[in-house]
């Protein structure tokens, strides 16, 4: 069977899979996802193996450090994964939920019900932890899925969905429900997105460059997952300190995730004193970060570097384009302005809809803020860091969704559902 009948033959499997899966009980749901975590923790030595396989291949291939994080699974964040999966079984079974009634005037009684999406197809690039999540928050949302990873994670994604295959068939997962696309043939990627009369929604995960060309020739409707270019804005009348901390934990916790802050906006009037807490913090910690600075706090920084870290050179001019970069790197882009409105603006021209957030004592001033800026999730003196399926306690997440329609921002099993129309009657006809 040659590369494309496989794939049919795959996405075949899936639809007729995600038929089953309707019969599902919660019990069954949940005894899948447990026999999946223990198996992926009895094996953990060998993922770690198979990880350290496409490590080395992206060294060799000199892929940026942080790519290379993302792509790097430890037995830390395996034991997440196995978490994630055991906090999975706690949440309640959306599927069969009744969302509205009514009862019409000829006694037509009308229930709105949550139901599966069906067949959901995940196009992803690095994080071998997306495998899981995905097969976890599918399983639990009565999907059926077909996984296609990048080549760069193959030896990770390969053994991830292997064993969980194993253990999920072995508990009653109708065969077929999960499918993994081994091949790294580029020109099946384009059959995927052709075939929309098996796949319901397809989830992209990467690049916006990859993104955006699933957009333009996919016939199957996508739910995108844009890139994160989160703000920080710092208000006049911030507490330094929580600044600093916010801003620190935002940009370096984990600068190569796409809730990490990119361009940080500080209000004119408290700029200098805010610039020189930063500035020593950056020199005490020896955070190696580079600044990208609009020409007032250019001058600044500068001139405040010359006394409290002569040695920094890492603070250059900014330039148009980065209001616009997603750097996924030690880079932070920093802007002045002048009040609160003007910051608002430059979210709405140069955000990406996904995380913003405002450090503030006046309350009027925050909530002014979380109602004008239109993003998936808007903050109040706390860090981007926390658009995160686990943090807002969906368990885990498929991704965040940068879009408007059917789901935004973190998507957890509620967001794998669609619903339809149950109507109850006895003899009614319509004149």
């Known amino acids: 069977m040659n590369e494309k009948d496989l794939l049919f033959q795959q996405v075949i499997n899936a639809k007729n899979a995600s038929k089953q899966m309707i019969n599902l009980t919660n019990e069954t749901k949940n005894k899948i996802l447990v026999a999946i975590a223990d198996k992926i923790e009895k094996n953990i030595e060998d993922i770690l193996f198979r990880n350290g396989i496409d490590i080395e291949a992206g060294k060799n291939a000199s892929l940026s450090r942080h790519f290379i994080d993302r792509l790097s699974l430890t037995e830390e964040r395996i034991k997440d994964m196995v978490e994630g999966l055991r906090n999975i079984t706690k949440l309640v079974d959306p599927i069969g939920e009744i969302l509205d009634t009514n009862i019409t005037e000829n006694g037509l009684k009308i229930e709105k019900k949550r139901a599966p999406i069906g067949v959901i197809g995940i196009i992803y690039e690095a994080r071998p932890n997306v495998t899981i999540d995905t097969i976890a ?36 997962l109708p065969i077929g429900a999960i499918q993994f696309i081994e091949s790294a043939n580029r020109e099946l990627f384009a059959e995927i997105l052709n075939l929309d009369k098996f796949i319901d929604a397809i989830i992209p995960r990467g690049s916006q460059e990859m993104i955006e060309k699933i957009s333009e020739i996919s016939k199957i409707p ?7 270019l989160c703000h920080i804005y710092i208000d006049e009348s911030a507490d330094i300190k929580m600044a600093v901390d916010i801003v620190i934990n935002a940009k370096t916790q984990r600068p190569g995730v796409c809730n990490s802050l990119e361009t940080l906006l500080v209000n004119r009037n408290i700029a200098e004193k805010f610039f020189t807490e930063f500035l020593k913090y950056l020199t005490e910690n020896k955070v190696n ?52 409105e003007e910051a608002i603006n430059h979210i ?70 669609s619903y339809k129309f149950v109507i109850h009657g006895n003899g009614q006809v319509r004149k």
Request: charged share 20%; glycine share 10%; hydrophobic share 40%.
């Open 137 to 172: 928050l599918c399983i639990k949302s009565g999907n059926a899925i077909i996984l296609k990873g990048g080549s760069e994670a193959m030896n990770s994604n390969h053994i991830l969905s292997k064993l969980a295959i194993e253990a999920a068939e072995e508990n009653g």
């Open 222 to 228: 996508i739910i995108k997952h844009g890139k994160g």
């Open 289 to 340: 970060l580079e600044l990208r600075a609009c020409n007032e706090s250019f001058d600044i920084l500068t001139k405040m570097n010359k006394a409290i870290s002569p040695d920094m050179k890492n603070i250059l001019m900014a330039t148009s384009e980065d209001w616009d970069t997603e750097y996924l790197d030690m880079i932070l882009a920093i802007k002045i302005v002048g009040n609160l």
């Open 348 to 417: 709405t021209i140069h955000g990406s809809g996904h995380s913003d957030s405002i450090i503030t004592e006046n309350i009027e001033n925050a909530e002014k803020f979380l109602k004008l800026v239109d993003s998936a999730a808007v903050y109040h003196n706390a860090s981007t860091r926390f658009t995160d399926g686990g943090c807002f306690g969906l368990g885990a997440e498929i991704g965040i969704s940068t879009q408007k329609l059917h789901a935004r921002g973190p998507m957890g099993i509620k967001e794998l559902t």
